[in-house]
């Protein structure tokens, strides 16, 4: 017979003597030296001498063993006492996630002081039982309170690490598997949709692997609850522009029989007239009327020659010169809008870009009007506004 308990937990074991009697014992569980819990007892079993019992385990002679009592640990602050459901930290000790429940008073004065990223506050400390090295972000929390009759409250406490969005570096998982988590975390960054093929999520999760393999992706420690979350090594992921994901997914893909496209420089293109537009290179053909670098400056309104997009940016060229293939227009950052900007760029590498991959990712527009003019804050117009209207 085996039961999960926890320290401080009041645990009945009932267990046959060796007279073949039935005996029972309630015991204040301990943490052993590896901070295992267990019950420091000696007891003589009709299997012999029992000299502790660890939580989890199977003991021949015992018949049952279970919590009469259960601990739950407690954040502390200035009096307040709150019980602790959930306390997840990364691998830094700074606290991720916390659940707490108590009285509604003592509950919002605790969580006030984590709101504010603080551990110390007018003289008083704020104290994790059972997790004596934590530490809340200086950047505080975000906070979550629910009430649940007779003046008690659960409130949540997240920082803003698990908030998805490409600068997020937490994924939020109840259980031990935060592939789902992962598959959400995937759909925001700037890469291929790997689950639009046919086979997609086993590829994910093979991709989910070699990150966790090459220790982008790391479990924290959950130290009470069931909360789970990992952590996203984001400096390491957006190293050289997602390396370590572009070349975990061209791996992955190269292994399953996915070929890479053979990469169309701009010089191989330079002469051709048509060219099958299902592979949506940009070619030359396309710019031919494009003005050269520089000629438009001043202008109010600028003509838009080609437009290129992907998941989440998008091109306009109004300007290309033509020995270097540099192109100058509005690049529109569909992820965050206030960094969309006028710039320039290589026509090439959109199409080498897009060719790192065995299916579609930059594409032109291809039903794009030809008398579309873009101005300084990046507005669209079909034909030229007059000035006056300007």
């Not at 009469?68 to 019980?83: F, I, L, Q, S, V």
């Amino acid at each position: 017979m085996k039961t999960e308990f926890n320290e401080k937990d009041m645990v009945s074991v009932v267990y046959i003597d060796k007279s073949g009697e039935e005996q029972s014992i309630i015991v204040k569980a301990e943490k052993d030296y590896v901070d295992k819990a267990y019950l420091k007892i000696t007891i003589s079993t009709k299997a012999g001498i029992l000299y502790g019992l660890y939580s989890g385990q199977t003991y021949n002679s015992v018949v049952s063993i279970e919590v009469t009592e259960k601990h739950y640990p407690k954040a502390n602050y200035a009096g307040a006492e709150a019980r602790i459901c959930d306390l997840v930290a990364d691998n830094s000790s700074f606290v991720r996630y916390v659940r707490l429940a108590g009285q509604e008073d003592m509950v919002r004065s605790i969580t006030a002081v984590i709101m504010q990223g603080r551990m110390k506050m007018n003289n008083h400390n704020l104290y994790f039982e059972g997790s004596n090295y934590v530490r809340v972000f200086p950047s505080g929390m975000r906070r979550i309170i629910k009430p649940i009759g007779e003046g008690m409250v659960d409130c949540i406490l997240y920082h803003q690490s698990l908030i998805p969005d490409i600068g997020m570096s937490a994924l939020f998982h109840m259980g031990d598997d935060c592939f789902e988590a992962f598959r959400k975390f995937l759909q925001i960054l700037p890469i291929p949709r790997i689950y639009r093929l046919d086979d997609g999520e086993r590829l994910e999760r093979q991709i989910f692997d070699r990150l966790i393999e090459n220790e982008v992706i790391k479990k924290a420690t959950t130290h009470v609850g069931v909360a789970t979350i990992s952590t996203i090594d984001i400096e390491k992921l957006e190293k050289d522009d997602y390396a370590v994901l572009r070349d975990a997914i061209i791996e992955i893909l190269e292994s399953r029989g996915y070929q890479k496209k053979e990469v169309v420089t701009l010089e191989s293109v330079n002469n051709i007239e048509e060219m099958d537009v299902n592979q949506n290179i940009p070619v030359p053909k396309y710019l031919n009327d494009c003005p050269e670098y520089g000629v438009t400056d001043g202008d109010r309104f600028k003509k838009v020659h080609a437009k290129f997009f992907s998941p989440s940016m998008t091109w306009y060229i109004t300007e290309y010169e033509r020995e270097t293939g540099i192109c100058f227009g509005y690049v529109e950052n569909l992820g965050d809008p206030y960094c969309s900007e006028w710039g320039t760029f290589y026509h090439n590498d959109l199409a080498q870009f897009k060719n790192k991959y065995p299916f579609v990712y930059v594409e032109r527009d291809l039903h794009f009007g030809d008398d579309v003019y873009i101005d300084i804050e990046g507005n669209l117009h079909n034909g030229k506004p007059s000035e006056q209207a300007a």
